[in-house]
């Protein structure tokens, strides 16, 4: 089941070059009426959502377009989502992102999904299938101590979320610079650009403009605007692959001599 409420404005724009005074006043009364539907729709919507006996976690973990991921456990808030999410951003300055909160409906688990800008929760939605089940287990096991902090925030990924979760808040997260974490710990592009890199120049002394192009044309992430192996100067490009390179222990770019390099 998937539940979606949208919070925005709207509005009605008269045709036409000439507008009489009744045009003006049905345009206003429009206008009115359909703001006021919209008003009734929401709250009927999230009024719907409590009948159903939508009960809340103690937890929320935040997805940040900057900041990356951020948990809050043993939340006692307002028994209310929105007004909690809200509470949370008030006092953890964001920018964008979203925020999962585990929930049941009856005797089924689901996530609570709420989507955030600047100016607060502007959408939000409530997943009950396979997906969230799987979803809100994993983060009910690691909220009772039965999986370790740096291997719950390894698996609780967008690469993650993006497979199992029918959002669209999820599909369309983007970070804005790839969390420094996931870059070290996660990132499936580092295997295939090093693996492509041994491939097409095995243990041969290059140029390394040569291997910056290949990055380049390699790497490409679906989870951060900026990528560190995409960044537009070619030296930068090929010293951030290899710190990682050398980190997870897949291997290293080294500078045999001026200009030229070789893949280990």
């Excluded at 719907?48 to 900057?66: V, Y």
């Excluded at 920018?95 to 989507?115: A, H, M, N």
């Excluded at 698996?155 to 804005?176: D, G």
Aim: with cysteine; charged share 25%.
């Amino acid at each position: 089941m998937t539940m979606t409420i949208n919070y925005h404005q709207s509005s009605v724009q008269p045709r036409g070059n000439r507008i009489t005074s009744l045009d003006a006043n049905l345009s206003i009364s429009v206008i009115l009426n359909i703001k006021v539907y919209i008003l009734l729709l929401s709250e009927n919507l999230r009024a719907g959502l409590i009948k159903k006996e939508l009960k809340l976690k103690d937890i929320l973990i935040l997805f940040d377009r900057n900041s990356g991921v951020s948990v809050f456990q043993n939340f006692m808030g307002y028994n209310n989502p929105m007004d909690d999410a809200e509470w949370v951003l008030e006092r953890n300055p964001q920018t964008r992102g979203f925020i999962l909160r585990p929930v049941s409906i009856g005797e089924r688990d689901g996530l609570w999904i709420g989507e955030y800008t600047n100016n607060g929760i502007v959408q939000c939605e409530v997943l009950c299938d396979k997906g969230a089940s799987l979803i809100t287990r994993l983060i009910t096991n690691y909220a009772q101590r039965k999986v370790p902090e740096r291997r719950f925030i390894e698996r609780l990924n967008i690469s993650l979320l993006k497979e199992k979760l029918r959002s669209e808040i999820v599909q369309r997260f983007k970070y804005y610079e790839c969390p420094s974490d996931r870059v070290y710990h996660t990132c499936d592009e580092v295997e295939k650009v090093y693996e492509a890199l041994k491939e097409k120049y095995g243990n041969n002394r290059v140029p390394y403009s040569n291997v910056a192009d290949e990055i380049l044309a390699v790497a490409r992430c679906s989870e951060a605007v900026i990528c560190p192996f995409r960044a537009s100067n070619a030296f930068e490009r090929i010293y951030n692959l290899n710190k990682v390179l050398k980190a997870r222990g897949f291997g290293e770019i080294k500078f045999v001599s001026p200009g030229i390099v070789q893949i280990t």
